[in-house]
């Protein structure tokens, strides 16, 4: 079936742009997860969504970014006037609920902010 | 969470069994050990987990020591896909809505 998948595959933005990335899960998929990798490190959780439960955004590092999962399916990550530092390649992953471990990734948005 | 060592990188002969460690010695009762694999420039993919019984797949198998203190993953016959970074991570069951990969150990195997 159909994995995650996840646009655009690139961006290339300016300092101070706004950027959308998209994700959509694998139908079926409850939970669905953020997270960043900037290069050549590990993954950084951003947040998560879990049916119409209140999201967990604990790891936002800034009120830049935010997030919003609409009629329980596709997700989008907004981030506003992206700074250089926001550059990394942004995953998606979704996941059954009782099977948070075995979360299903996307192939990712590699952001590049000049 | 219990902090994970693992070496940097590894090779491992094409056909071989690659056997990756990891060492988690601070681990508590209820934490499970997770693998995870990331090649290159795909989202990383679940591959096996276990709490301490040792634990087979379709992908690899997870042997943990009996103090639980370290715990390997294992490629039965290694191929050239399978190099990639390998994660281990260990979590309570009930926080793994949100994990963090370390650096992991790279795999290379060769022909």
């Known amino acids: 079936g159909a994995g995650v998948s996840q646009s655009p595959s690139n961006k290339v933005t300016e300092k101070g742009k706004d950027v959308e990335l998209r994700c959509d899960p694998i139908s079926g998929h409850t939970a669905l997860y953020w997270y960043r990798q900037s290069l050549g490190q590990g993954l950084e959780f951003l947040i998560y969504?879990?049916?119409?439960?209140?999201?967990?955004k604990s790891g936002l590092p800034s009120d830049r970014f935010s997030a919003e999962r609409t009629g329980g399916s596709v997700s989008t990550l907004t981030i506003q006037r992206t700074q250089q530092e926001d550059s990394a390649v942004y995953l998606c992953a979704s996941s059954l609920v009782n099977r948070a471990y075995e979360q299903y990734f996307g192939p990712g948005t590699r952001l590049t902010v000049t | 969470d219990a902090k994970t060592t693992q070496p940097t990188s590894m090779d491992c002969a094409e056909g071989r069994a690659a056997n990756l460690p990891c060492n988690h010695s601070?681990?508590?009762?209820?934490?499970?050990v997770y693998w995870y694999r990331q090649i290159h420039s795909q989202g990383p993919q679940y591959i096996i987990h276990g709490l301490k019984n040792n634990e087979t797949n379709e992908m690899a198998s997870l042997i943990i020591t009996e103090d639980r203190k370290s715990s390997t993953l294992i490629l039965p016959h290694a191929t050239l896909r399978d190099t990639a970074v390998y994660y281990c991570i260990v979590r309570v069951a009930e926080n793994f809505n949100k994990f963090y990969f370390g650096s992991g150990t790279k795999l290379n195997v060769k022909p």
């Open positions: 969504f879990q049916g119409n439960s209140a999201p967990d």
């Open positions: 601070t681990i508590s009762g209820n934490e499970y």
